[in-house]
T-cell receptor, first 114, second 111 residues
Framework: ETGVTQSPTHLIKTRGQQVTLRCSSQSGHNTVSWYQQALGQGPQFIFQYYREEENGRGNFPPRFSGLQFPNYSSELNVNALELDDSALYLC?????????????FGPGTRLLVL | EDKVVQSPLSLVVHEGDTVTLNCSYEVTNFRSLLWYKQEKKAPTFLFMLTSSGIEKKSGRLSSILDKKELFSILNITATQTGDSAIYLCAVVLLTGNQFYFGTGTSLTVIP
């Protein structure tokens, strides 16, 4: 088990609502990345935060946004939820930006949008 | 467009069989390729490959990278039911802040 935790574990929302997912990074890690994993697919990179700044972004619309706090924990916010946002959301922390090879994944938050 | 393709999508074998999982990639500015095992939620790290032709081994698992032909294979010998999982490969770009996963191979090992 890694030291990366996520909350909540499961969540049900309706279309159009907003959601906030949380991630606590492993001790000593200052970089957090977020991924979306739809059923039957591999995880897709959403974005990465390093020292409270966005440090890279995948092909996701602006309604996916994030924050990183001084203690390096992070939030993923999704506005105007769509049915296709239903997925497992994974966060991963790594000790240094630019070293995604060393990232550790959290257990994920499973989001269902009805 | 950068992409990572895995094959087969799914595989069912009997305990004791040997399996080979494939991962091909087309990306600009390749840096490394990683293999993960995902059983329920969090992917767990298996191997990182950066150089062609150098086999990495861990117990019954091994992997190798071919940077000329742009692919990697993951071998599992003497499979056990505990090997049942989704196996993901991912490519990291030179910038280090872009990470592309394949769709995964679902492996089921029957007793």
């Amino acid at each position: 088990e890694t030291g990366v935790t996520q909350s909540p574990t499961h969540l049900i929302k309706t279309r159009g609502q907003q959601v906030t997912l949380r991630c606590s990074s492993q001790s000593g890690h200052n970089t957090v990345s977020w991924y979306q994993q739809a059923l039957g697919q591999g995880p897709q990179f959403i974005f990465q935060y390093y020292r409270e700044e966005e440090n890279g972004r995948g092909n996701f619309p602006p309604r996916f946004s994030g924050l990183q706090f001084p203690n390096y924990s992070s939030e993923l916010n999704v506005n105007a939820l769509e049915l296709d946002d239903s997925a497992l959301y994974l966060c991963a922390s790594s000790p240094l930006a630019g070293e995604l090879e060393t990232q550790y994944f959290g257990p994920g938050t499973r989001l269902l949008v009805l | 467009e950068d992409k990572v393709v895995q094959s087969p999508l799914s595989l069912v074998v009997h305990e004791g069989d040997t399996v080979t999982l494939n991962c091909s990639y087309e990306v600009t500015n390749f840096r490394s390729l990683l293999w993960y095992k995902q059983e329920k939620k969090a992917p767990t790290f298996l191997f990182m490959l950066t150089s062609s032709g150098i086999e990495k081994k861990s117990g019954r698992l091994s992997s190798i990278l071919d940077k000329k032909e742009l692919f990697s294979i993951l071998n599992i010998t003497a499979t056990q039911t505990g090997d049942s999982a989704i196996y993901l490969c991912a490519v990291v770009l030179l910038t280090g802040n872009q990470f592309y996963f394949g769709t995964g191979t679902s492996l089921t090992v029957i007793p």
